[in-house]
C-alpha cells in the first residue's frame, strides 16, 4: 500500500498537477490539506477518470480543507472539530482496521508567543488536543496512520538552519517539544527518519519567496507520515517527490508518500 501525504494550495486551482502526482507516483491513498474548497464546490468530476472511487472530502472557502482519495473502499469516515472551531484540520478514513488520519495543523503565525499571538495558541492548544485525543482512543498495538501539514520541523536538519531558525515560528522548542509527545502518544514512528539519518538534511516545503528554490535550498520538513508499531516492520520506502516544485503553478509543499 502506498500512502501519499501533500499541502496542495487549492485543489481547484491546481487539480492538474494532482492527476499528475496521482499517476507519476501511483499512491493507493492519497491524502490532501490546505484544499480551499467548499464541498458543494470540490471537483469531483475532474477526478472521475483517475482511478479513485472514493473520495472523502471536507473544505470551506479560501482556506483550509482536507481530502482523501483511495483506491480501497473506506469503512469509516470522519470530521473532527478542534479546539472549539469548525475549520476542517482533521479528518480520518478507516481502511481494514488500518485508521488513517489527515491533519493540517495551523501555521501559527508569526510571533512565537501565546500572550501576543492567539494564532500561535490555536496552534499548541490544536496540537495538545490531538495529542490527547490519540492517547484516549488508541493503544500502541493499534493500527494508525497519521499523517499531513503538522507545520513543524522538529528535528535540526529538518529546517535549512536550525541555529538561525530556533525563534521562528515552526522550529520553535516549544512546538518541537509538543510534536514530540504526540509522537511518543502512541510510539510512532517517523517514516521520514525511519529512512533518511538524522544527520542528513530533509525538507518537505520551499518558500516561494525563494525564485531559485534549488540554489537556495532553504527549505523545512514540515510534512509528516507517522505509522504506529504494528505497521512499522512493513514500512518499505519513503519518497519527497520535489520534482513537482518545478511544474506550472506549484504547491509550495511537495508530496512525501510511504510504501507499506
Known amino acids: 500500500m502506498k500512502i501519499c501525504s501533500w499541502n496542495i494550495n487549492s485543489v481547484r486551482l491546481r487539480a492538474p498537477i494532482v492527476r499528475r502526482v496521482m499517476v507519476d507516483m501511483s499512491p493507493d491513498i492519497l491524502c490532501l490539506q490546505e484544499t480551499k474548497c467548499p464541498n458543494d464546490l470540490f471537483p469531483y468530476k475532474d477526478f472521475e477518470d483517475s482511478g479513485y472511487a472514493h473520495i472523502h472530502a471536507n473544505g470551506m472557502k479560501a482556506y483550509n480543507g482536507l481530502a482523501i482519495f483511495s483506491k480501497l473502499p473506506f469503512e469509516h469516515e470522519e470530521i473532527f472539530h478542534r479546539v472549539e472551531k469548525n475549520d476542517c484540520r482533521h479528518s480520518v478514513v478507516h481502511i481494514g482496521d488500518t485508521h488513517i488520519h489527515n491533519l493540517y ?113 532553504r527549505g523545512r520538513r514540515l510534512d509528516h507520515i507517522w505509522v504506529t508499531p504494528p505497521l512499522k516492520d512493513g514500512l518499505k520506502s519513503y519518497e519527497v517527490y520535489s520534482d513537482t516544485r518545478d511544474w506550472v503553478k506549484p504547491s509550495d509543499h511537495a508530496p512525501i508518500m510511504i510504501e507499506l
Open 105 to 217: 495543523i495551523p501555521a501559527g503565525g508569526d510571533i512565537p508567543d501565546v500572550s501576543v499571538n492567539e494564532k500561535f495558541k490555536h496552534k499548541l492548544d490544536f496540537v495538545a488536543e490531538v495529542t490527547q485525543y490519540l492517547s484516549d482512543a488508541y493503544t500502541a498495538n493499534d493500527k494508525v496512520v497519521i499523517l499531513g501539514d503538522f507545520n513543524i520541523a522538529p528535528y535540526e536538519h529538518d529546517v535549512w538552519s536550525s541555529k538561525q531558525l530556533k525563534n521562528v515560528v515552526s522550529h520553535t522548542d516549544i512546538e518541537r517539544q509538543m510534536l514530540g509527545v504526540m509522537l511518543d502518544s502512541l510510539n510512532f514512528t517517523d517514516s521520514a527518519r525511519h529512512f533518511i539519518p538524522m544527520d542528513e538534511k530533509s525538507y518537505s516545503w520551499w518558500s516561494y519567496r525563494n525564485k531559485d528554490w534549488k540554489a537556495s535550498n
